[in-house]
């Protein structure tokens, strides 16, 4: 029987990283949960500065998938859809996963174009440079690359 990770005292952390035309984004966190919030907040670190936005509207998310790299580019894809069909950004996340169904929440705002300025649109997240999974001290990373 395997064991499963506890977690570590990593402090979560959102990244992008390089990669062609399209951006990388990366949520590194002491759990699961951690850092796939962070990697929805790397998301909108590739759109705008997630202090300019205010937590006005909420969304709630519900995604299943049969492993965690899948569930990753479900619940980014979730949030790049409602970014999209409802004109938002987000700047506070709320994730739980039970197994590999995930209930997620985003905090945000309608986008400002003159407040926010806007650098990218993201299309869709994608298998490129896919992972999610614990590292060996404890930590969980969470990424992939996005299309802008």
């Not at 062609?20 to 759109?47: K, N, S, Y």
């Not at 937590?55 to 990753?72: S, W, Y």
């Not at 986008?111 to 649109?121: G, K, L, Q, S």
Request: hydrophobic share 45%; with cysteine; proline share 5%.
């Amino acid at each position: 029987m395997t064991q499963k990770p506890q977690g570590s005292r990593v402090a979560p952390r959102a990244e992008l990283f390089a990669h062609g035309a399209d951006i990388g984004v990366r949520g590194i966190g002491p759990t699961r949960e951690a850092a796939f919030e962070q990697a929805a907040m790397a998301l909108t670190m590739a759109v705008t500065d997630p202090a300019e936005i205010d937590l006005k509207d909420t969304v709630e998310v519900a995604c299943e998938a049969p492993d965690d790299g899948l569930l990753l580019v479900d619940w980014l894809n979730a949030l790049i859809y409602e970014m999209s069909a409802r004109h938002l950004v987000f700047s506070r996340f709320a994730v739980s996963i039970a197994g590999q169904r995930l209930l997620g929440r985003a905090w945000g705002e309608p986008i400002d174009r003159a407040r926010h300025r806007p650098a990218t649109e993201p299309k869709g997240a994608t298998f490129t440079e896919l992972r999610a999974a614990a590292r060996a001290d404890g930590a969980w990373v969470a990424q992939c690359v996005v299309d802008v």
